[in-house]
């Protein structure tokens, strides 16, 4: 890789370079403006923790569970199709560091490997990531063939329902397949390493594609655009019913949507909004993480993704009502900027940020985290403000 990656946004930069533009664009765009992306983190940021002292935190874990699975960090790897794109061979490294690490990757419907290779690369640490697309048949068959493949647990993405205008894609021609014009040829000419390494990738396991699609046995073919509007209410009962696993439901954000899907048997609730790659008016997701904690309980498991770029930002989505969070463009860089390499230094990164932010709050372990943690929690309020909220 040459440089050595001291965060996350050295990651951004370095893939910057190293990435055709049309490739970076598609990983780091976002929907209309693209000002909710930066607004996810930005209201992260916003979030103060409070220091405590005088504890032992010399020894400290980082070690998690999530819905029985007993895991190295309390981080994993969010939902992310044709990773392939971001680097060749992206899934495979993906895949190999959650069997290493002990942490769930989650599985897109168009991941560039198949959902079986995946998860016998990871060990079994694989989440599959379902979208209602297309024919029932073709949804029908990737839920039998992750039963089949051992697959724990299934996400049902419900957020995009159609599909988002994203204006760098459309500007670039960014398409599947993909149109080869003079843009185009230019881009990848001009950025050789990218270029060689997928070449040589393609001539060994042919060019990048989505293959769970390529694998299906009705043939169902790729539409990126394509309407998932069939994940409904009755679609999702009737999933339920279908899944004996642990299901969880991804891109929830209003608070009564929350309650309904944990009335009907949802494992989890994975709050994101796409890190605003959908509805770029959507509120930031940390704002709605607070939200759903406060109606569903503290006995509903919930995981958060967007806008996660540090160690800080883990330890506060989880102060802020989270079990557990995803990693998605954060992991993107780290491929982009180095491949497999480049991907296991963010990894490392977001680690030691992690257990470092951990022992300055005096925490040991990150069950150990909850609102107590937070700056205006009411146990961390002076007893003066405190009288002063008893009189109100």
Known sequence: ?????????DARRHARKRLPRMMFDFIDGSSGDETLCGLNSAAIDEIRLMPRVL????????SSSILGLETGLPFGIAPMGMCGLAWPGADRDLAIEAARRRMPLCVSTASSMTLEQI???????AWFQLYADQSGDFVNELVDRAAAAAYDVLILTVDVPIPSVRLRDLRNGFAFPMRWGLQQLWDFASHPHWSMATLAHA???GMPRPMNYATSSNNTTFVRNASRAQANWSFLATLRDRWHGKLVVKGVQHSDDAIRIKSMGADAIYVSN????QLNAAPPAIESLLE?????????????????????HVVKALATGADFVMLGRSAMYGLGAGGGTGLSDVIDMISRETSAVMGLIGQQRPNMIDETCLANHASNLPNNVMSGRAAE
Not at 292 to 312: C, H, W, Y
Request: hydrophobic fraction near 35%.
């Open 1 to 9: 890789m040459g440089k050595q990656l001291f965060s996350v946004d």
């Open 55 to 62: 504890v032992d935190v010399s020894e400290r874990s980082l």
């Open 119 to 125: 998860n016998e690369i990871a060990e079994g640490h």
């Open 203 to 205: 001539l060994r396991n």
């Open 274 to 277: 796409h890190g605003g790659r």
């Open 292 to 312: 759903i904690k406060q109606a569903v309980g503290p006995t509903m498991p919930l995981i958060f993704d967007s806008g996660v770029r540090n160690g800080e």
